[in-house]
Each structure stands twice: as structure tokens, then as C-alpha cells.
Antibody, heavy 121, light 107 residues
Framework: EVQLEESGGGLVQPGGSLKVSCAAS????????VHWVRQASGKGLEWVGR??????????EYAAAVNGRFTIFRDDSKNTAYLQMNSLRTEDTAVYYC????????????WGKGTTVTVSS | DIQLTQSPSFLSASVGDRVIITCRAS??????LAWFQQKPGKAPKLLIY???TLQSGVPSRFSGSGSGTEFTLTISSLQPEDFATYYC?????????FGPGTTVDIK
């Protein structure tokens, strides 16, 4: 079964750092771009950023709200992508989802269940 | 950034009803639009991509149409499992923005 699973969420103080992971199973992640999307409690979906595959030079894009603070990277040997979050703010509190860029159409077709990041003192 | 608006924000409907949700983009996005369904505590689920292509495994009562700046998601006959929040997302320009969502509730 094709799956993504996020891990590494938790409680962190404002100004702190956290790295969350996105592990793929049932398919090889290396051929796909990986996107991150977050959702604050009771709010809508917010696109965070994406990393492309090796063939596209691991190119990254970020939302303005996280640019310069968050970094997306990947380790294809581990079939895993990562979201490194630095200088965290209370407004970064959310469930963070990773998703796969679909092979056959412009869309995000596979999503993980999400991991919760809480930024609070 | 491209802004997406959805209407209505909330609707109450009954099982068997035909439901139409509209998504409007602040500038033309061709057909680079997807629709998602999300239930409480769950990840979004892809329903439609490329404005009108049904994702594999999604029931045929869901359909999408539109291009440019105006798009619709139609549920031809609402089923009990369809009560959820629906989001559109544009994939034409970064950042890949989402609409604010439409919650479909039981009447």
C-alpha cells in the first residue's frame, strides 16, 4: 500500500527548532516531489513548501510565511523527506502534513496522517 | 500570490441533494485546480485534479468543471459519507494556495 507517515512533532518553545520527517512506504519516494501543508486547529489548509527530485536538482520553494526559517530536504536512501523548522513562532502551531506530487497529473495524490507541532512557552 | 475564494462557506443539505461548490481564482490558472475532501481529524483526500479529472477510486457522483478563474465541484447525489469540508487548491503558481473551504453539513 502506498503510504506516507509523518513523525517528529511535539512541543517546542518560541524561537526553538524542530525537525519533522515524512517516510514513504509502498513506493520509491526518490522519483517524486514532496510537499508540506499545515493546518492550524479549526483553520484551513496552508501550503508550506516543496522539494523536487534529484533529477530536478532538489529544487525547493517556500511560502513567504516560512521562507528563511524552514528548510525542506530529503534522503532518498531512506525514502524520507524532512522539514527543518527554525525560529519557530506561536503562529507555526499546526498539524503538518507531507504529500506526494502525483505522477500522472498536477496534484497532491498521497497524504500522510499528519504530525502536530505546538509552539508555546 | 493567487487568491482563491469559495462559495458558499457553509451549506446544509440532505442525502440525495445535488450540491454545487464554486471556487474563484484572482487570476487565470488554466485548469491547474484540484479539489479535496477533509473530514475532522483526517488528512485531505484528493477528489479531482486538472479541474475535471476524477482521481482513481473516487465515486462518480463527484465531478469538476471550469477553467481560467471559475471552477465548480458538483456532488450529484449527496451521500451520508460526503458530509465534510471541501477545499480547492491552485497549482498554477507558487505558492500553491488553497481556498478557505466549504463545509457541507446535514440538514
Amino acid at each position: 500500500e502506498v503510504q506516507l507517515e509523518e513523525s517528529g512533532g511535539g512541543l517546542v518553545q518560541p524561537g526553538g527548532s524542530l525537525k519533522v520527517s515524512c517516510a514513504a512506504s509502498g513506493f520509491t519516494l526518490s522519483g517524486s516531489a514532496v510537499h508540506w501543508v499545515r493546518q492550524a486547529s479549526g483553520k484551513g489548509l496552508e501550503w508550506v513548501g516543496r522539494i523536487r527530485s534529484k533529477s530536478k536538482n532538489y529544487a525547493t520553494e517556500y511560502a513567504a510565511a516560512v521562507n528563511g526559517r524552514f528548510t525542506i530536504f530529503r534522503d532518498d536512501s531512506k525514502n524520507t523527506a524532512y522539514l527543518q523548522m527554525n525560529s519557530l513562532r506561536t503562529e507555526d502551531t499546526a498539524v503538518y502534513y507531507c504529500s506526494r506530487w502525483a505522477i500522472d497529473g498536477p496534484s497532491l495524490d498521497v497524504w500522510g496522517k499528519g504530525t502536530t507541532v505546538t509552539v508555546s512557552s | 500570490d493567487i487568491q482563491l475564494t469559495q462559495s458558499p462557506s457553509f451549506l446544509s443539505a440532505s442525502v440525495g441533494d445535488r450540491v454545487i461548490i464554486t471556487c474563484r481564482a484572482s487570476q487565470g490558472i488554466s485548469t491547474y485546480l484540484a479539489w479535496f475532501q477533509q473530514k475532522p481529524g483526517k488528512a485531505p483526500k484528493l477528489l479531482i485534479y486538472d479541474a475535471s479529472t476524477l482521481q482513481s477510486g473516487v465515486p462518480s457522483r463527484f465531478s469538476g468543471s471550469g477553467s481560467g478563474t471559475e471552477f465548480t465541484l458538483t456532488i450529484s447525489s449527496l451521500q451520508p459519507e460526503d458530509f465534510a469540508t471541501y477545499y480547492c487548491q491552485q497549482l498554477n503558481n507558487y505558492p500553491f494556495t488553497f481556498g478557505p473551504g466549504t463545509t457541507v453539513d446535514i440538514k
